[in-house]
């Protein structure tokens, strides 16, 4: 949308309006009784957006080189709206182990009570997914990498195997972001943004996007939309097309930064693994260069084995990294993920506590310097 085009926008200001309604009013009798036909661009009813919610769309669109998006009102709503659009009862789905725990506690607990074969495949299975194939596998769940413990997996190989079979392909991209992998472009049919992450990049808000080609996969997802009542707020819009316009700078500075900390971190005698696709010591490294353009700002890491305390410890004594869900943001954060919900997986990584950090805009010295202090405690814990 050029800011020429004061179409929508007879005021001329450089930000977009904030539309917001329910009610959408109708010339006459005929235009209501018709008003399904204005589906899926048009505007019938609050719940499938506003035009505020059709400029995001067409932005996100631009970015993923997507023709369609759909908006929902959060990372999950999304991911569930496209499982929700396509999969029905008697259906396989495949769903990466090392996928969301989101969509993983929707596909254990909802769709497989409603009568769909959920099967977790392991997240490095690549092209050997063909072995898991049957007649009425309707989807695969890709998500490269896991967002906790960074399994790269080689979405060409996979999206190759789906075509081949006729099988639909979803794949969480919030991780690379459409800046560093488009993946409409490498053929998967469903491109899945968490924009509450980096597309809103200031942590104060929740939205979600879809992305796709096919108009008539446009058509269904939009009319889930309306069903599932996924109506995304206008003012949230507004804030992530404000975020959009620093996206691709914060996102190359945050990404160098991190690369910084992570290499950093590799060196450190007590981190046994850096889980980060973008260092050459990972075992994704070399599908990642094929395949990704960059690496963003989120990565795990596995210390020497050590009791909860230490980790306590660990938490405690950081000053710049406040403890917290979520990423992306211009504020770094660190999140723990114990040792008994590795275990718990049917693909397993580790069988030890994963700490995953996000790096947001501060300057990575002084993060390196916490961290180290922060390792400190958790060493003479140890030695203890
Ligand atoms: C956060 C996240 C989601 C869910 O997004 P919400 O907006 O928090 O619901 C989905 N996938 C990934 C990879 C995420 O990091």
Redesign the pocket.
């Known amino acids: 949308m050029s800011f020429k085009d004061h179409a929508d926008n007879p005021f001329a200001s450089l930000s977009p309006a904030v539309w917001r309604a329910s009610t959408v009013v109708f010339d006459s009798f005929e235009d209501f009784a018709a008003r399904k036909k204005r589906q899926p661009d048009g505007y019938s009813y609050g719940v499938t957006g506003t035009p505020t919610a059709r400029g995001l769309e067409r932005r996100i669109a631009d970015l993923e080189h997507a023709r369609h998006c759909v908006l929902t009102p ?3 709503a999304a ?1 569930m709206a496209v499982v929700m659009g396509f999969v029905r009862a008697g259906d396989h789905l495949l769903v990466s182990d090392s996928a ?1 725990g ?1 969509l993983k506690a929707f596909a254990s607990y909802w769709l497989a009570e409603l009568g769909i074969d959920v099967e977790y495949y392991p997240p490095t299975v690549d092209g050997e997914i063909e072995a898991l194939i049957k007649p009425n596998t309707k989807m695969i769940c890709i ?1 490269a990498p896991g ?1 906790i413990t960074m399994e790269m997996q080689d979405v060409d190989a996979i999206v190759a195997v789906a075509k081949r079979h006729g099988v639909l392909t979803m794949m ?1 991209n ?2 690379a972001s459409p800046l560093y992998f488009r993946a409409l472009e490498h053929g998967v049919d469903f491109a899945v943004e ?1 924009a ?2 980096l597309f809103g990049g200031h942590s104060d808000l ?1 939205m ?1 996007s879809i992305s796709m080609n096919d108009f008539n996969h446009y058509e269904i997802l939009r009319e889930t939309q309306s069903v599932l009542g996924l109506a995304a707020s206008p003012e949230d819009c507004f804030l992530v097309m404000r975020g959009l316009d620093t996206f691709p700078l914060r996102m190359h500075e945050q990404s160098r930064n991190t690369l910084k900390i992570a290499r950093w971190l590799e060196r450190h005698p007590l981190v046994t693994d850096v889980l980060f696709p973008a260092l050459e010591s990972h075992p994704g490294h070399r599908v990642w260069k094929e395949q990704f353009e960059g690496s963003g700002c989120l990565f795990s890491f596995i210390l020497k084995s050590a009791p909860e305390e230490a980790f306590s410890k660990f938490f405690n004594a950081l000053e710049h990294f406040p403890i917290g869900a ?2 992306g943001g211009t504020h770094s954060l660190v999140a723990y993920y114990p040792a008994s919900q590795q275990k718990a997986r049917k693909f397993a990584l580790t069988d030890q506590p994963i700490i995953r950090i996000s790096i947001g805009l501060e300057d990575p010295d002084v993060l390196i310097a916490d961290l180290e202090n922060a390792l400190r405690h958790y060493q003479s814990f140890t030695e203890a």
């Open positions: 959060s990372g999950q991911l969301y989101g998500e967002t969480d919030t991780w968490a509450t992450k929740l979600g979520s990423w």
